[in-house]
């Protein structure tokens, strides 16, 4: 008995293209059109391809603003503590916590944003956004159902790139 090397390929088997567009936006209308005729979208993907890095650059970056940011950040974890805290106190003493959290938050915020900046020895002087972004987007049909999918979506005149 010979065993074939090539194992199965289950996603080119059961999958396949319905249409292809420029924008997740326009994926995403055609999977809401299938929805709206009533088609079962439970069978449908959308897959991103060609996938890049896309890196926005926000701002310069200083030791000042990012304490500042540490700050705020800080504050935040602060008042989520404090008010933790306070659920176990009565009184005046809650209002005492809660600030008290804020203000401890920041301070310590500031200073690890300081001296987190500082540690990078200027390297990176920017702030930034990262987001993934693909070139191509593809409505996939599982289970046999590419055909009904790209009838709906022809009446409807959506049929995309492919």
Do not use: C
């Not at 003493?93 to 200027?122: E, M, Q, R």
């Not at 990176?124 to 709906?152: K, P, T």
């Amino acid at each position: 008995m010979q065993i074939d090397p090539t194992p199965p390929n289950p996603i080119s088997d059961a999958w396949n293209t319905v249409a292809s567009y420029g924008s997740y936006e326009e994926a995403q209308t055609a999977v809401d059109r299938l929805a709206d005729e009533r088609f079962p979208v439970e069978h449908l993907d959308i897959i991103g391809s060609d996938l890049r890095l896309v890196e926005r650059v926000t701002g310069r970056l200083t030791k000042g603003r990012a304490a500042a940011v540490g700050a705020g950040g800080g504050a935040w974890f602060g008042l989520f503590i404090g008010l933790l805290v306070g659920l176990f106190t009565t009184g005046a003493a809650w209002l005492g916590l809660v600030l008290g959290g804020v203000l401890i938050g920041a301070l310590w915020g500031a200073v690890f944003g300081f001296v987190g900046h500082a540690a990078t020895g200027g390297r990176r002087d920017f702030s930034s956004v990262q987001s993934l972004a693909a070139a191509r987007y593809d409505v996939i049909a599982r289970g046999g159902r590419a055909e009904e999918a790209r009838g709906v979506l022809q009446r409807a005149g959506l049929t995309g790139a492919g």
